[in-house]
């Protein structure tokens, strides 16, 4: 129970880090990386599935803290605020699919050998279903773009599937494979012979 509770520990913090120190940039540069956030939301449902009070918990200070910080670069830094319309809104539920998925993964399946192909199935489906949602909800709601033919619009958009799914899939690959290392590591160890027999 206490390790689990340890580990549970680990992962609110580990996930609260990573979307604080990648939001500032989308796509990243020389000094900072990619943003973590569809990651953060998907590895949030997926570690916390079988806790629903800590999840929910967790899951409303994501929302809280990526609002935090778009505020802050856009009021404090000067990023531009074009994206912060009524759209805006739509990322709750798009934050909301990325966790329910990663949340149905973990009560249905396991990472084994059959595993790994659901995981990386539902983390794309969630990623791109994610990526549809938050850029239809922007054009159907943010009145930025109103002039622009939905055909033209899903053309300039499309352009940016790859690298928002595929960065999220990177980020979601690491992580689990890092636990997963560190699972092994410790299974073989509490089986490994001690000096004393």
């Known amino acids: 129970m206490k390790s689990s509770l340890s580990q549970t520990w680990i992962t609110l913090i580990g996930l609260i880090l990573a979307m604080a120190v990648t939001r500032f940039n989308h796509f990243g540069s020389a000094s900072s990386l990619p943003d973590a956030s569809w990651a953060v939301f998907f590895l949030g449902g997926l570690y916390l599935a079988r806790y629903p009070r800590t999840a929910l918990a967790l899951f409303t200070t994501l929302v809280l803290l ?40 973990a009560l249905n399946h396991s990472i084994d ?23 239809a909800s922007f054009y159907l709601v943010s009145g930025r ?10 053309s300039r958009v499309s352009e940016y599937y790859v690298s928002y799914v ?4 990177l980020y979601i690959a690491v992580i689990i494979g890092i636990q997963q290392l560190f699972t092994y590591l410790n299974r073989n160890k509490v089986n490994a012979p001690s000096l004393a027999d």
């Open 166 to 169: 595929s960065m999220s899939m």
């Open 66 to 105: 990526a609002g935090l910080i778009d505020f802050y670069v856009t009021t404090m830094q000067g990023v531009s605020d074009w994206c912060i319309t009524p759209a805006y809104w739509f990322l709750i539920p798009t934050y909301g699919s990325l966790w329910f998925v990663g949340r149905w993964f």
């Open 145 to 154: 773009i109103n002039e622009m033919a939905a055909t033209e619009y899903v």
């Open 113 to 135: 050998n059959k595993g790994w192909r659901w995981l990386i199935l539902s983390a794309w489906l969630a990623n791109s279903f994610a990526f549809f949602l938050s850029n």
